[in-house]
Nanobody, 113 residues
């Protein structure tokens, strides 16, 4: 059974930075695509960024140039570095293991104006 544990969320002022981490257990982490999703109340969960096992990345247009996804296969961990944060980045961020079809519990990110 795959377990994903996120950390690193919090409250930050607009223009600030946060780094989210997601550590996986029970997964063949090195061969799976990992993603970060964001959800706000009343809206569907949306893809923010994803990274393949080979390190190829893709980003939502709204975060391109500000967010960076990376992974450390030795640590079974995927990161999301978020810079120049905006109030519209506020939401619950979820880690997703594409191969295992498994979600983390989510971590709240709140950006104040």
């Amino acid at each position: 059974q795959v377990q994903l544990v996120e950390s690193g969320g919090g409250l930050v002022q607009a223009g600030g930075s946060l780094r989210l981490s997601c550590t996986a257990s029970g997964s063949i982490f090195s061969v799976t695509t990992m993603g970060w999703y964001r959800q706000v109340p009343g809206k569907q969960r949306e893809l923010v960024a994803a990274i393949t096992r080979g390190g190829s990345t893709n980003y939502a247009d709204s975060v391109k140039g500000r967010f960076t996804i990376s992974r450390d296969n030795a640590k079974n961990t995927v990161y999301l570095q978020m810079n120049s944060l905006k109030p519209e980045d506020t939401g619950v961020y979820y880690c997703y293991d594409v191969g295992a079809v498994s979600w983390g519990q989510g971590t709240q990110v709140t950006v104040s104006s």
